[in-house]
């Protein structure tokens, strides 16, 4: 312990009220805009089987390899915080029979962890909006999908968001290019670094999503997946293209985008940003219609992203676009006790009549004068004040706490809730 007392976990941060309606409006706009597109939200454990991301993201990751918080619990389970949303969604529709040929459009939001070095835009703890359309085999549903996340930027009020694409085809032509990149690979062992002769044997593809500087030379000299592909899938990936086109929204072939997740195949899909540094993704995602019968269940295409939470409220503070933090609209201000009495039965009565405003109601005591300093700083348009005088006459006092609001006005009690409603109405829409 520091002497400043207990400090959060290294990588998993507090978000404080001052900042967090920044997060509301993300929040908000991104479940009414899911709603306007036919996603239903399901919720799914924050803890699964390790075996199944193992499974589903593929052992050659880093994910896997380095970054998942995995434990025995006290029954001998090897369990993990999950580190991404997709897996935990696809085990929930086998688990509860969803599957069975139906189709869904679903989304969750939540927590997940990686043990990953601490920086600007990547936390240990980090929060997703992921957001799955299964039953889907065509490119419609993946044009749709990317128009979404289009939309999102839009409602946000982000520009600084640029769409880059990529196809890495069927299980099968991603086979045959491995074993083109993994010769390719092999005749440059030297220039390899040490993650990368390891992923050599195991998944040649992931060395194309490498950071190390030292290796781009090398990385910018290997085969291309899209040179690869099976007829199918680049019909799937042209016709993608064309739909993007009509529906003008810009994008970018990027042929070594590859994703970092084992469990993609022919879509691919990252927005990248240069307005956070090094961590240029802000959502992500693909197809994946081999991961539903990998995991046991019938095979089902499917296709889905995940945006970062941080990292979009990053850009949202950055563009200055999300509504001002919650203020109250009434702060009711009493003294003595009775008058404080009837000030909480009034409080009481204004949020059953009024249930879209904030009233608040001074408590800890306090003179008239630090009473009308906390109605100020609450950010409230009116004050309501009670004292003996006003009690004994069965009235409250109304007086705007902000200029051009109008004069103090003098209403009965037993009115209060109808005058305060029509106050608020033509003074704070």
Not at 58 to 78: A, Q
Not at 304 to 315: P, S
Request: glycine residues 8%; hydrophobic residues 45%; aromatic residues 6%.
């Amino acid at each position: 312990m520091s002497s400043q007392g207990v400090q959060p976990v290294k990588g998993m941060n507090d978000v404080l009220p001052d900042e967090i309606h920044r997060w509301q409006f993300l929040e908000s706009t991104v479940r009414e805009l899911l709603h306007a597109y036919g996603y239903d939200e399901m919720r799914v454990p924050v803890v699964e089987h390790t075996d199944l991301f193992k499974r589903a993201i593929g052992e050659y990751t880093d994910v896997v390899e380095k970054e998942m918080y995995s434990f025995e619990d006290k029954g001998g389970e090897r369990l993990t915080l999950r580190p991404e949303a997709t897996a935990g969604i696809v085990r929930a529709m086998i688990s509860n029979g969803l599957l069975r040929g139906a189709r869904h459009k679903l989304w969750c939001v939540g927590p997940m962890f990686r043990h990953e070095k601490p920086q600007k835009g990547r936390f240990r703890q980090f929060h997703q909006i992921d957001v799955e359309a299964v039953g889907f085999a065509g490119p419609d549903i993946d044009a749709e999908l990317i128009a979404l996340t289009a939309a999102f930027w839009q409602r946000l009020g982000i520009g600084r968001a640029r769409l880059q694409i990529n196809s890495l085809g069927t299980a099968e032509a991603r086979r045959d290019y491995r074993a083109k990149l993994a010769a390719y690979f092999r005749e440059h062992e030297a220039a390899l670094d040490e993650d990368s002769l390891r992923r050599l044997e195991g998944n040649p593809l992931r060395i194309l999503d490498s950071k190390n500087t030292d290796m781009q030379a090398v990385i910018a000299g290997a085969p291309l997946l899209p040179e690869h592909l099976d007829a199918e899938s680049k019909a799937h990936f042209a016709e993608l293209c064309a739909m993007l086109d009509a529906l003008g929204i810009a994008y970018e072939i990027n042929p070594r985008l590859v994703r970092g997740l084992d469990y993609y195949s022919r879509t691919v899909f990252e927005w990248v940003t240069d307005a956070l540094g090094a961590q240029d993704a802000v959502c992500s995602g693909g197809r994946y219609d081999g991961l539903i019968s990998q995991l046991g269940g019938e095979a089902t295409p499917a296709i889905g992203f995940a945006m970062g939470v941080e990292r979009v409220v990053a850009l949202i503070e950055q563009a200055g676009t999300a509504p001002a933090a919650a203020a109250a609209d009434v702060y009711l201000v009493a003294q003595a006790e009775a008058p404080l009495r009837t000030a909480m039965r009034l409080a009481e009565a204004l949020r059953r009549e009024l249930p879209a405003r904030r009233i608040e109601l001074n408590l800890g005591g306090g003179n008239f004068k630090a009473q009308f300093r906390r109605a100020d700083r609450s950010g409230a348009a009116l004050a309501l004040v009670l004292g003996d005088d006003e009690l004994t006459r069965g009235v409250v006092q109304m007086k705007p706490l902000r200029e051009g609001l109008g004069d103090p006005a003098e209403v009965t009690i037993d009115n209060a809730s109808t005058a305060v409603g029509a106050w608020l109405a033509t003074r704070r829409p």
